[in-house]
């Protein structure tokens, strides 16, 4: 294999293709400098794709039809059969907006600890900024905490308050579009404890006057039986 090269799509190194969902992607790969007939492979990640016998000698086609949001990242990679070394690795870009929309009531008690969560994906990853009653946010420190990964955004509120009531809106923004979500947060009144003392007690209560009533009539229940 030694002088043998590999080009894909006219790319003879790695390279990084960028696409949307939707359209189909050809990808071509060629043998250069080859004196006899090349055998073909080719990779999606580390699995070998299935192809034709007439799609395998010197020259190797392959088609992603459709492309969707979950091809992105996912390395395609031409290899020469009896040198999987001499290889050309293609990596897909698909860029797609956040697609973040609907609205969600949550009811929690006073004292109580809250999540709002907006699942979101995006290529090239979205910035996220909450609002309250269409204001920006005042974050407090003890009070809230932002956690955010490339496909969650959530605000976390500790021990709410009768003052935290109101719609919260998630926003999402990238540079191909923008997304929103609304969390109307309902305050109720702080329940009180159930009295499981009281409820202990009764019961212990009721056991001794049954044990005291069999004990008072057990000649009666011994004639009886």
Do not use: M
């Not at 269409?134 to 003890?142: A, C, D, G, P, R």
């Amino acid at each position: 294999s030694a002088g043998l090269e590999l080009s894909v799509n006219n790319h003879a190194a790695d390279f990084t293709l960028t696409t949307e969902p939707g359209p189909a992607i050809s990808l071509s790969c060629l043998v250069h400098n080859s004196s006899q007939a090349e055998e073909l492979l080719w990779y999606r990640g580390d699995g070998q794709v299935g192809l034709n016998d007439g799609n395998k000698v010197n020259i190797s086609n392959i088609c992603i039809s459709p492309v969707n949001e979950s091809d992105n990242g996912v390395t395609f990679s031409c290899k020469l059969a009896r040198d999987k070394s001499v290889q050309v690795s293609v990596i897909l870009d698909v860029q797609f907006p956040p697609r973040l929309s609907g609205e969600e009531t949550l009811y929690v008690e006073e004292d109580q600890d809250v999540t709002l969560t907006c699942n979101s994906k995006s290529n090239p990853q979205a910035q996220s900024t909450w609002y309250k009653d269409n204001h920006n946010l005042t974050l407090q420190q003890s009070r809230h905490e932002l956690y955010q990964t490339s496909e969650v955004f959530q605000l976390s509120i500790r021990k709410v308050r009768k003052s935290d009531n109101g719609t919260y809106t998630c926003e999402v923004k990238s540079p191909l579009g923008n997304g929103r979500r609304d969390f109307h947060l309902v305050v109720e009144d702080k329940k009180p404890p159930f009295p499981k003392e009281a409820v202990i007690a009764a019961v212990v209560v009721v056991t001794i006057t049954i044990l005291f009533g069999i004990v008072a009539r057990k000649d009666k229940i011994f004639k009886v039986w």
